[in-house]
């Protein structure tokens, strides 16, 4: 209380405001709160340990915060701090489904929101927003107990009944879901929504027939933007169910609905859920996408859709071979994925890379850019996009001569596949096959794949074509002149060793233990030996210097060839060495 006496008016004010929260809370809250700039104030709360900086949101310590309220808060401070997020959680709530950081925004604000309600008790009209609010900050992690807890304690109405409906769908209750409305209070919802919630209840419970036929009754009742937004969301309920195909049918009847009534928002975050759900789109919804994705000027406050739009345009851009337009549109979604790391768009992100790589003349490091979007895919449960970039890996690796990879990639790949009905992908795979087992029927498998109907619109299949166009065995071959200290990689670049004497020494004692038929990798004490032969090390420095020779081979360009082992180190068995000159 002592330290609380000594601080500025305007210094208790702010301690004050930041009191009524839980958790953290933001600057700009407490700005709007206090009417005035609290940087310096926030700063002195910090600098006398009443106060805790959490990245860039601020926290009191518990003891300081109960010790704040027990000395009281003005009323007029208290009811700043409601409005203040009524507002925030009006616009939370009609953003829910167009803006996806919405759902961070009210996990941030879960503890503010649910102080505010507490403060609000006295306020009916703003307790309602800031409610339900508080009920949506748990939807993403679930946590159905707790939410139903919220709306129990909430004042009854049209919006609180529309929660709780939503809840029993979510939570699979559908008899409870078509007892609430049935309800008196349910009247009070347009007959569209209710016809809509209707069909969610029958599409989910395993009657979609009977869910569509009252969703074609909804449309011919509510505004086009309501039916489009509240497909939308039938679908992420089909989606959280596993009941894919329904929800494609419902994301691709939404963006048409916002198609027709010019609504860019809707369209995009119907095209995006497509996106996800479909894990491919075709070239003209490609292309859609990137026209609303480029004019719409509200997507540069959502680095989700900032990522989609680059890598929209990434992907056209290796359609058409523009390979530094793709190359500077990657390097744009690089430095936004960096803060979405689970965003499902950077499985894309390294399918272009490894794209971009292949256009290049790199395939190994196509072949690593395309293992991890199949890695990535498959354990977030993107199957189909798993099974898609499972075909030009197989086709590298066997390229690359690791012929068993490739087999073991294309069955895993296949039988996953098979669960997925994708004419396309069913052509792909039926494709690669072919080109693996006759790698001289390769042309025929070209004119095959470009006679389908499904070609022109899948940009996969067209990239699969050019893959199997320059399909040629990679050229793995590395030519050493020992007597020079030069060595010719199989991409036709020297590596001068000249000068360098002990990596020199390094690279060709590994080149003289190179063998096919030899796994036996070499240890760190005999390359130790073998360059650095007249010098006494202790083991630590000896190690620091061998790992750093190492690391200085591996930039100068023998990164594909030298391997680390558990024992050791070697180069690449399946790499063929050949010597001009051998040491003397």
């Known amino acids: 209380a002592a330290s609380l006496e000594l601080l500025a008016a305007d210094g208790r004010e702010v301690l004050s405001a930041a009191s009524l929260g839980a958790g953290t809370i933001a600057r700009e809250a407490l700005e709007s709160v206090c009417r005035r700039p609290v940087w310096q104030h926030l700063e002195t709360l910090v600098s006398a340990s009443l106060a805790r900086v959490d990245g860039d949101r601020y926290a009191l310590y518990d003891f300081v915060r109960q010790c704040v309220r027990q000395l009281g808060v003005s009323p007029a401070t208290k009811q700043r701090f409601v409005h203040y997020y009524r507002d925030r959680a009006t616009h939370w709530l009609e953003t829910w489904l167009s803006e996806p950081e919405t759902a961070d925004a009210l996990r941030f604000e879960r ?18 927003p800031l409610t339900l609010a508080w009920e949506r900050s748990y939807a993403d992690v679930g946590a159905h107990d707790v939410r139903q807890d919220i709306l129990d304690g909430a004042p009854s109405s049209p919006a609180t009944h529309r929660a709780r409906i939503r809840l029993c769908l979510e939570r699979s209750s559908f008899d409870a879901a078509r007892a609430l409305l049935a309800e008196r209070i349910a009247l009070a919802l347009p007959e569209a929504e209710r016809l809509l919630y209707q069909a969610q209840a029958d599409i989910l419970s395993g009657k979609p027939d ?30 959280s169910r596993g009941q894919r195909r329904e929800a494609e049918s419902l994301f691709a009847s939404a963006r048409e609905h916002a198609r027709n009534i010019g609504d860019a928002r809707l369209e995009i975050l119907a095209l995006t859920w497509l996106c996800d759900t479909c894990q491919q789109l075709q070239r003209e919804e490609w292309q859609r996408y990137a026209e609303v994705l480029e004019r719409s000027p509200w997507v540069t406050r959502s ?11 990434a992907t056209a851009a290796l359609d058409e071979d523009r390979l530094d337009s793709a190359e500077e549109r990657l390097e744009r979604a690089r430095t936004i994925a960096v803060r979405l790391p ?34 990535q895919a498959f354990e977030r ?4 996009w798993g099974a898609t970039l499972s075909m030009p890996l197989c086709l590298v690796q066997a390229q ?32 690669v096959q072919d080109a693996l087992a006759e790698p001289s029927e390769t042309a025929r498998c070209i004119d095959e794949l470009r006679a389908s109907t499904l070609f022109g619109e899948t940009q996969r299949l067209r990239f699969l ?15 050493f002149d020992a007597q020079r200290g030069s060595v010719e990689t199989p991409d036709g670049h020297t590596i001068e060793l000249g000068g360098k004497k002990t990596l020199r020494r390094l690279a060709l004692y590994l080149a003289e233990r190179h063998s096919p038929d030899v796994f036996d990798s070499v240890s760190h004490d005999a390359l130790i030996e073998a360059g650095w032969p007249e010098e006494k090390l202790d083991v630590a420095a000896a190690r620091n210097r061998l790992n750093f020779a190492l690391v200085q081979l591996r930039r100068l360009g023998f990164r594909p060839l030298l391997l680390r082992e558990p024992g050791g180190y070697r180069f690449d068995p399946e790499q063929t060495i050949t010597w001009s000159t051998r040491a003397d």
């Open 111 to 128: 503890g503010n929101l649910e102080a505010a309600v507490g403060w609000a008790a006295w306020d009916p009209e703003s307790c309602e």
């Open 210 to 239: 009977v869910g569509r036929t009252r969703l074609e009754r909804a449309r011919g009742h509510a505004a086009p933007h309501v039916a489009a937004q509240i497909e939308v969301e039938l679908g992420r309920a089909a989606v």
């Open 303 to 313: 680095r989700s859709l900032e990522l989609r739009r680059e890598m929209v345009f």
């Open 342 to 375: 689970d965003d499902p768009m950077t499985v894309i992100l390294h399918a272009a890379e490894g794209d971009l790589a292949w256009l290049r003349g790199d395939r190994r490091a196509a072949r690593d850019a395309w293992q991890r979007a199949v890695h």
């Open 381 to 384: 449960g993107m199957h189909r």
């Open 400 to 431: 690359l001569g690791a012929h068993r990879v490739a087999t073991d990639t294309f069955h895993a790949a296949k039988r996953c596949a098979e669960s997925v009905d994708d004419p396309a992908l069913e052509l792909g795979f039926r494709t």
């Open 465 to 479: 074509a050019k893959l199997l166009r320059d399909s040629g065995p990679a050229s793995s071959t590395w030519c």
